[in-house]
């Protein structure tokens, strides 16, 4: 299941699995139309001389013109795309070139273009006068016109598309929209009933049934975590009656033949049982989203800290950046994470490492707050940013974890804001963001008083 889900995103993620379908999709069009004349279909568009009544050098010459202007076109979209990709990369960080090309727009406008094409050369092929028997499928021409127009409409809507695209605010946005996609399918809104991240139980250190051992599993691999099969995990810790214990949580790295997971069995585990609970985990070069919001909140954090670099400097870039990770955390304060421990029937088979929501408002804040010594512009939004999300948790120790963050904006602006205004303006937020801290929450979870 990891293999195909791996499989997917990839070809998801390629810039040649879409166009080479609608390539595909081309053929098939042209092939079927070009039948469609040739069974007759030309009695009936004599009816419209002149829609369908090209010559075969007109057909010909006009076929010709379209395939040799689309991969022209082609071309220059490719060439558009690179100086893309090169800018975003400088300006923003290589971490989001994967979004760019998980683009379903660029992805299709490519494939029309690269369709068109096709469909040009398939029909073109067949065009036949003089002596080789004169044969012009006027159906398959006339598309053919048809489809040119339309690639010049998507060429037009795909420069208004890579013109929005490149903007901070559009990419910050997308980023932000996944991570809040990946939160809601991590961490559902209803879990029911059972233990969750803060029950003492689940910091406490386990010990081995007795008669037991822990039995390290290596690695396959050196790479990233991008996803785990929990229900595999939990099926083998089921059929091998032992505890699993995830050494590595998603989006870290491991290195190859050391300590993977862990098992409680009398003897050392066998090959088979090795190497099924390695097929568990999906390790690979980079991170993703889909089971790793960690690695959304990671992307937006990298924007801000290129634009609060002194060799670029653009606050207006960073405060958006906070925006957004404001809607992120405050997607999660409401929500219950699962606990660690997962139990089946009252066992428990596998104890998980997953992140918790103090780990993601350090990821969240941390670096921003230190590339933002001295900056009013950004501490005041961050403060904001805690004052939101303080009003949408009651858990004490994510309160605690809050309170944290206010104090050390708190000693950074004493020693770094040498202006008075700046101080007393900082003073009064960090009353307000105080005072909702030692306040009831005005939204639980589900967002009801």
Known sequence: MNRLMHLWSNLRSSLWFTPSLIVVLSIVFAVVLIEVDSTGGDRWLAQWPRLFGAGAEGARGMMSTIAGSMMTVVGVTFSMILVVLAMASSQYTSRILRNFMRSRVTQVVLGIFAGVFTYCLIV???????????????????????????????????????????????????????????????????????????????????????????????????????????????????????????????????????????????????????????ATFSIRRYRTVEQDAAFGIRQIVDVALKALSPGINDTTTAVMCVDYLTAILARIAPRQIPSSLRYEEGELRVIAKGPSFESLLADSFDEIRVSAKGNVAIMLPMLGALQTIASLTARPGRRRALRDQVQRIAEMAEGTLESAHDRAWIETRLARVRETLEAEPTLRAGGKK
Do not use: C
Request: glycine share 10%; net charge negative; charged share 15%.
């Open 124 to 278: 073109l092929r067949t065009i036949r006068s003089g002596d080789e028997g004169s044969f012009v499928p006027n159906l398959a021409v006339f598309f053919g016109f048809m489809l040119a127009l339309g690639g010049v409409g998507a060429l037009m809507f795909f420069i208004n598309h890579i013109a929005s695209s490149i903007q901070a605010s559009s990419i910050i946005a997308s980023v932000a929209e996944e991570t809040i996609a990946a939160i809601d399918r991590l961490f559902p809104e209803r879990l029911g009933q059972g233990p969750g991240e803060d029950d003492a139980t689940a910091d406490q250190t386990l010990r081995p049934p007795d008669g037991q051992i822990w039995h390290a599993v290596p690695a396959s691999q050196s790479g990233y975590i991008q996803s785990v099969n929990n229900a595999g995990l939990m099926r083998l810790a089921r059929d091998t009656k032992t505890i699993v214990l995830m050494e590595h949580g998603i989006g870290e790295f491991v290195v190859q033949d050391t300590t993977l997971a862990s098992l409680t069995l009398k003897d050392p585990p066998d090959q088979e049982t090795i190497s099924a609970l390695q």
